[in-house]
């Protein structure tokens, strides 16, 4: 019998043909340039997907300075919240259709079968492979996926909102499940960008109280809109105190980049809490203290995005109208300003390309 070529679809454009628009980190701090790349043949296991959104993660101002102890090797192409339309199959794949709507996050491509994989810890094989940094990722018109790795968008899902939630979501609720929060546990999610709208949601949804601190005061009136009982300015007063007249925090989610923000997250924790890492910031480093550590059974855990089953549950709460994502969309020719507006602070949540 012969094998069916790939199906495509006129409507979605098609399989493309020669080149295809994207933007491409050449030198690392250097501004992106949108160009066109040579379309390349799938590999065993690849799918192409026509990219609807694309959202501009801290991580992909980091990929692009090269500010990790880990770099990506220019030229790449970055982006690991990207979501479309599969257009064209590669060998050998039978999980996703031509047609299918999918998200394309950070772990790209994983061995399957190592200790880490096979225990529901995908996240930490050692094999790994990350969209927009070590295989190009989605600020493109196209994007090429490992289709193990993809995750089906439902319907009823706007591809929009997808895109946030593909890394800024499961993220998140990865964190909040880590930090292990119960109902009436206080949670004080230190930043409400991106990651932090998101953060308040999922841990407002655990049951928990929360207390959001940002330095804008626009950020913490969306934090207020999407579940926060309490606000913090930390321009304006001292986290610490604050949430510590409120009893202390049960667990503080680490999610803004400034080296004092994750001491602070230590310090408003009651005894006995859990304070959880996820911003990764260029300076690598933090003090914390070993005596209070000790003394107050404190429980320090990193959280790195989230599995693809995770990004399922993400999913189903958005389509069951449970979250909102607060989210801006630009065209990709506003990559560099985008990425300017990021890094001072100047956008409410995130910015969502349509390459
Ligand atoms: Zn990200
Ligand atoms: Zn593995």
Request: proline share 6%.
């Amino acid at each position: 019998m012969p094998l069916s070529l790939p199906v495509v679809e006129p409507a979605l454009n098609g399989t493309p043909t020669g080149t295809y628009r994207a933007a491409v980190v050449h030198a690392f701090g250097e501004p992106l340039t949108v160009e066109q790349v040579p379309v390349l043949g799938l590999e065993l296991g690849q799918v192409r997907v026509h990219v609807e959104a694309a959202g501009l993660c801290h991580t992909d101002i980091h990929a692009a300075h090269g500010d990790w102890p880990v770099k990506p090797s220019p030229p790449f192409v970055p982006g690991h919240e990207s979501v479309g339309i599969v257009v064209e199959l590669g060998p050998g794949v039978t999980e996703v259709a031509v047609g299918d709507r999918v998200a394309m996050p950070w772990l790209g491509y994983a061995c399957g079968v190592c200790d880490h994989c096979v225990s529901g810890w995908e996240t930490l094989c050692l094999e790994q492979e990350n969209m927009g940094y070590s295989i190009d990722g989605g600020f493109g018109e196209y994007a090429t996926a490992y289709a193990r790795y993809v995750v089906k968008v439902p319907a009823g899902v706007d591809p929009v909102d997808a895109a946030p939630l593909t890394c800024a979501g499961v993220t998140t609720y990865k964190a909040i499940k880590v930090a292990g929060t119960r109902s009436s546990d206080l949670v004080a999610v230190f930043g409400v960008g991106g990651l932090g709208h998101l953060a308040i949601q999922y841990a407002a949804i655990a049951g928990g109280r929360v207390v959001a601190i940002d330095l804008h005061e626009e950020k913490l009136e969306l934090a207020r809109e999407l579940g926060a009982e309490f606000t913090i300015n930390a321009a304006e007063e001292d986290p610490v105190a604050a949430i510590q007249r409120l009893g202390g925090a049960d667990q503080a989610i680490a999610l803004a980049v400034a080296p004092s923000s994750f001491e602070q997250a230590f310090r408003s924790l009651r005894r006995g809490g859990t304070l959880v890492f996820v911003a990764l910031p260029a300076d690598n480093e933090v003090t914390l203290p070993i005596f209070e550590t000790v003394l107050n059974g404190i429980t320090v855990v990193g959280s790195i995005v989230g599995t693809r089953k995770e990004l399922r549950e993400v999913f189903e709460l958005h389509a069951a109208g449970r979250t909102h994502v607060t989210r801006e969309v630009r065209s990709l020719e506003q990559v560099n300003e985008s990425i300017a507006d990021v890094e001072a602070g100047r956008v409410a949540a995130r910015i969502v390309f349509q390459p």
